[in-house]
């Protein structure tokens, strides 16, 4: 199978390459604009298998995406290209407008011309494979979980752009009879996360021994998704899933931010000890709250395993500690980042 993933050199889409490459027969072409969280060392591994190949390119470029499609000719479209940062989308919202609506619209126009000029039997077979969040369904109480058929309620600019992205496709596949799939996913986690999301963020800072900015008290519930287990999910929905569907993708691993940020550091404290022997709990700093910052998010993840098959693998625990060796392990991968990102901020000043 021919599989066109966008943004395949961010944090999923690199993930969802490498199980690919390493996991499967498929041939998958990356499409992507190379971003500052996107960057080619994520998938340096596989980068040399003959069933892999690169296009550097945007999503709104229409043009850019009709030659690669012409020249790929996908069987499957997955698409992960998206700002996904919710602080940033705060700061700067026009940029997760043009990138996650019209993006996504310019995707959707080009699959749709790419999927009429197929065969019948090559037409029946295609999929449009859109990955989304959880965040569009706005903020939980105590109680309860997001499901399939939970309303729309994005809160902030990041879900707003990807609440209108969800529809869009789903418009798509119900005007035009585009044979779409959405997958909603909660908060993932592991290797070659962009060091500005909360828990590479905590490990970068920590042996930095930089304070670890935790949004007020903390107390913020997510459902945190080890990445490996989140590309499973996506192969199982765009190889078995029923046109049309939407499934909910969650970890079962419901954690305070409080919860998170303190057992990184229990795990540091553990793997690479402070020198004066203090834990790193004790660089915990509490700033101000984002604006409009959802309380909880948790998914009920029945659906895809009642009808696909798939468990998460991965516990917290297990998660957790093997993100946190990770980085330790692969501080030549993050180091530069962090160096290029310091760089920038001095310069805007």
């Known amino acids: ?15 969802l390459v490498r199980h690919l490459i390493d996991d499967t027969e498929h041939k998958v072409l990356n499409f992507d604009k190379l971003t500052y969280a996107g960057t080619l060392s994520t998938i340096e591994r596989v980068a040399g298998s003959n069933r892999y190949r690169f296009v550097q390119g945007d999503i709104c470029d229409a043009a850019a995406v009709r030659a690669a499609i012409a020249e790929f ?6 698409h992960l290209a998206a700002e996904s940062h919710v602080d940033r989308s705060i700061d700067g919202p026009g940029a997760f407008v043009q990138t996650n609506v019209v993006g996504t619209y310019t995707m959707l126009a080009e699959a749709r011309a790419h999927w009429l000029a197929l065969d019948e039997a090559a037409r029946t077979a295609f999929r449009f494979h859109h990955i989304s969040t959880d965040e569009v369904y706005g903020s939980l109480g105590a109680e309860g979980l997001f499901t399939e058929d939970t309303p729309y309620d994005p809160r902030s600019p990041y879900s707003a752009s990807k609440a209108a992205s969800d529809h869009l496709v789903s418009a798509w596949g119900h005007t035009y009879g585009l044979p779409v799939l959405i997958t909603n996913c909660s908060n993932n986690y592991g290797p070659y996360h962009f060091p500005e999301k909360l828990i590479p963020l905590m490990i970068v800072k920590a042996l930095g021994g930089e304070p ?3 949004y007020g008290a903390g107390d913020q519930v997510r459902d945190w998704l080890y990445v490996e287990d989140h590309v499973r999910a996506l192969r199982a929905v765009f190889e078995r899933g ?9 970890g079962h691993n419901e954690k305070q931010n409080i919860e998170v940020v303190r057992t990184v550091c229990a795990i540091l404290d ?6 004066d022997g203090a834990s790193y709990a004790a660089q915990i700093t509490s700033v ?4 409009g910052h959802d309380k909880r998010y948790a998914i009920d993840a029945t659906r895809i395993g009642d009808e696909l098959g798939w468990q ?18 692969n501080e030549a991968w993050w180091r ?7 760089a920038e901020r001095r310069g805007a000043a």
């Open 270 to 275: 553990r793997l690479r000890p402070r020198a």
């Open 242 to 250: 029923q046109v049309g569907r939407t499934y909910n993708v969650g």
């Open 212 to 214: 670890l900015p935790v």
């Open 73 to 78: 000719r996908p069987e499957v479209i997955t």
């Open 312 to 329: 998460p693998r991965e516990t917290f625990e297990s998660g957790i500690e093997k993100t946190v060796r990770w980085y330790l392990d």
């Open 1 to 15: 199978m021919r599989i066109f993933v966008t943004g395949g050199a961010g944090f999923i889409g690199s993930a």
């Open 288 to 291: 101000a709250d984002r604006p």
């Open 336 to 342: 530069p980042l962090v160096a290029t990102k310091a």
